[in-house]
């Protein structure tokens, strides 16, 4: 078996990378693996050729750029005796530090499409370039001949490069995502009737106790998780906002048939978002909605009151996380049910590094094959930058009662990652690993910790109704940690703290005292595999499920602060019109001191103020100022988003503005790149949407280079259509990549965009 670059040893490899800038001449490498093992060893026998052809989607990658930068910023923001503990830093704050130069993220779009593949998404922040494009193309640009191979364990053939992919660009890529399909991502969670076949066992034995649940026939719902892991207290996930990581879309019927199947009701706005163009929908037998759905169900029973619930749906393990990562709102905390093996573990390392320095939690389930190995799949739980979540055996005392007992779950995945992922210094904090759960001193464990996943839940599913206690799976487990900690976060939002953050620096920390047993349920009985559940940490549960104290474990005693809000939050108004908001500033545990406020975010040609800008609240009690927009006649018409800071961002809180056009107004755009050789012309669409009745737009041109020129057909243009405009370029005519402003002007309205245009 050939290993993996580990975790630590990646961060020198990267730097020394780093310290060398290549010729553009030579043909660069990319800095993680491509070939499956099977491949390299010939377990995999080939079968052919993948035809010329074939449509292939990939995701072109960038690597971070000061890595050994960041290692030590993750030490600092995780450090409690650190200055900069939890200062998580800003998307943008990210790529400035971290991430690519746009630069070099141009240079990677500019060689996709030089290379004839077709740019289809990704973004600078997300450190990724979205590509499609035939076989034959992906051959040409990265060297490699694309095969097909018969599939050592599964009946079918995969495809895969015949050797690690090289470029012409000047410098190095971190991945390419897309370049075989030997793994495929499943969801994890397991059917009773499956396992009690496959166990030798009656169906009926392994859920003989689930008789404590409030659904049908005693089944566990959502809600149920969070009487018996939270309790009755008032924090309900407001203010926050989740993300769930999916491979497949949905069909929010189902979802809505659980509910009304259960007499409860939905308050939490969700949004499917895919991330590269894969479908959201799902519609049975093409599509099964099973995993999507349940967890959607734990997420919100536990947090019923989220500020927004998002699907990431996509079919690349990258873009899914890339989006997660830049998307507005951030999700702070994250659930992942779906297990599937890389052909590189690193792979996704970057990725979970910058969750972790933008205080996001990604929480993945440990698996439901028992003990991890080379043949049973422990990614990503396994990662280091990642909250591993193992299965438990859950009695409550009643319907929607609180916790009575557990035990480990039969089939909860856990172990030593058989990624070889390097211990992380949180398990290696004395009292961790003994010789009692027989954990590795020198690779990763796992899981970290755990929560219900027997066969005891209610599903509804496939547009063909729903089940009681027939599924199970640490895919229930995932999703119902991640809205956990939601709650932990509206606690610290509420006390004017900055969100927890990676959760295992902080759980190992603390659970290595006294403290442990009020916030964690130790599970010291019952085994999965090759391991017991056993006091303290141990492989099959990690740490246990959450107690009663845990929350203000995390939280942490109560300081002095401020929290904000506004209202109305949603203002619409017209170009030449005025409008207000009420700031309110309320004090948190006897806070009684100035805040200074500010806006930001205010679009051009308007006005907001804030009256008085220095608000003081009196000790538990509220102040207030007002925000007054006013528009005018040349205020762009579209939706803003204003944000009110508190004594320079210790508390923000939004306005989300939406400025309608007067008739006559127009918009206008142009393709984001335009390119042209030296003796010759190209061209490109503008196009113009007109907002009421309007007339023609008489388009212009500025930052062209010398000895280019451009001219527009028609001109004026119609306010509602498009005009062709050809850019001419002599042989003289100078070399490089320009920003272009092309501007529009009716006699009334004048707007412009913006286009990069290349001169070779």
């Known amino acids: 078996m050939i290993r993996r670059l580990r975790i630590f040893s990646l961060l020198a490899a990267i730097c020394a990378f780093a310290a060398v800038t290549p010729s553009a001449s030579q043909a660069q490498s990319v800095l993680t693996h491509h070939v499956r093992d099977a491949v390299v060893s010939g377990t995999a026998q080939p079968v052919g050729a993948l035809r010329s052809d074939q449509a292939m989607t990939l995701d072109l990658v960038l690597p971070l750029r000061n890595p050994a930068g960041l290692d030590r910023f993750l030490r600092d923001v995780y450090s409690p005796n650190s200055p900069d503990y939890r200062r998580y830093l800003s998307v943008s704050d990210f790529t400035a530090r971290f991430g690519p130069t746009q630069q070099d993220y ?35 640009a990265f060297h490699v001949t694309m095969r097909t191979y018969r599939h050592p364990t599964e009946n079918r053939t995969f495809y895969s490069p015949d050797q690690e992919p090289t470029h012409g660009l000047p410098f190095n890529l971190w991945h390419v995502s897309g370049m075989d399909n030997y793994s495929v991502p499943r969801p994890l969670l397991v059917n009773r009737n499956d396992f009690a076949r496959a166990n030798h066992i009656s169906p009926s034995a392994l859920v003989a106790h689930a008789t404590t649940g409030s659904g049908p026939a005693s089944s566990f719902l959502g809600s149920d998780m969070r009487a018996a892991y939270y309790g009755g207290g008032s924090l309900t996930g407001a203010g926050q906002n989740l993300g769930l990581l999916e491979y497949l879309g949905t069909d929010l019927a189902d979802l809505n048939t659980y509910y009304a199947n259960t007499g409860q009701a939905i308050h939490v706005p969700i949004t499917l978002l895919s991330t590269d163009g894969t479908s959201t929908s799902c519609v049975y037998p093409a599509c099964d909605d099973t995993e999507q759905t349940l967890d959607m169900t734990q997420a919100l029973g536990m947090a019923p009151n989220l500020a927004s619930l998002v699907v990431y749906v996509g079919s690349s393990d990258t873009a899914i996380i890339s989006a997660m990562t830049t998307h507005n709102p951030l999700p702070a905390t994250i659930g992942c049910s779906w297990g599937w093996t890389p052909v590189d573990p690193s792979t996704l390392d970057p990725y979970f590094m910058k969750m972790a320095a933008q205080g996001q939690n990604f929480f993945a389930a440990s698996g439901d094959s028992s003990t991890w190995s080379q043949s049973v799949v422990a990614w990503p739980a396994d ?214 406020l500010t806006v930001a975010g205010c679009p051009g040609n308007t006005t907001c103020t804030l009256n008085p800008t220095s608000v003081t609240p009196p000790a538990n009690g509220t102040a207030t100022s007002v925000l007054t927009i006013a528009t005018t006649s040349s205020s762009p018409a579209g939706s803003y988003t204003l944000t009110i800071s508190g004594n320079a961002g210790v508390q923000t809180t939004t306005v989300s503005l939406t400025i309608s056009a007067a008739a006559g107004d127009f918009s206008i755009s142009a393709p984001a790149t ?47 259509g498009s005009s062709r405009m050809t850019i001419t370029a002599s042989r003289r005519a100078t070399a490089g990549t320009f920003t272009v402003t092309i501007k529009g002007n009716n006699g009334i309205y004048s707007h412009a965009t913006t286009t990069s245009v290349t001169v070779h």
């Open 106 to 140: 141009d240079a990677v779009v500019r060689f996709a499409e030089t290379n004839g593949l077709v740019v289809t998404g990704g973004t600078r922040d997300g450190m990724d370039v979205q590509v499609q494009g035939p076989a034959s193309a992906v051959e040409a």
């Open 383 to 596: 990662d280091a930058y990642v909250v591993s979540v193992g299965g438990t055996d859950l009695v409550t005392s009643g319907a929607a009662g609180p916790w009575q007992s557990e035990t480990a779950w039969v089939d909860s995945g856990g172990g030593i990652s058989p990624d070889g992922i390097a211990i992380p210094a949180w398990q290696r904090l004395a009292g961790v690993i003994n010789s009692s759960n027989r954990g590795s001193t020198s690779v990763r464990n796992g899981p970290d910790v755990a929560a219900n996943a027997n066969f005891t839940f209610y599903v509804c599913a496939d547009q063909s109704g729903c089940t009681a206690n027939l599924y199970g799976g640490t895919s229930f487990a995932a999703p119902m940690w991640a809205a956990y900690i939601a709650l932990v976060n509206q606690q610290l939002a509420s006390n004017g703290k900055a969100p927890i953050g990676f959760l295992n620096p902080t759980i190992y920390a603390q659970n290595v005292t006294s403290s442990y047993a009020t916030n964690f349920h130790d599970i010291t009985s019952g085994s999965s595999g090759s391991y017991s559940a056993v006091p303290g940490y141990d492989l099959v549960t990690g740490w246990g499920s959450p107690n009663s104290g845990l929350i203000a474990a995390l939280v942490g005693p109560q300081t002095a602060g401020f929290s904000m809000s506004a209202s109305p939050a949603m203002i619409g108004m017209g170009q030449g019109a005025s409008a207000n908001s009420t700031v309110t500033v309320s004090s948190l545990n006897g806070y009684n001191s100035p805040v200074a």
């Open 674 to 720: 335009i390119s042209v050789s030296r003796g010759s012309r190209s061209t490109a669409t503008i196009s113009l949407a007109a907002i009421g009745a309007g007339s023609g737009v008489t388009l212009s041109t500025t930052g062209l280079p010398s000895r280019v020129t451009a001219t527009y057909s028609p001109n004026p243009a119609p306010a509602s």
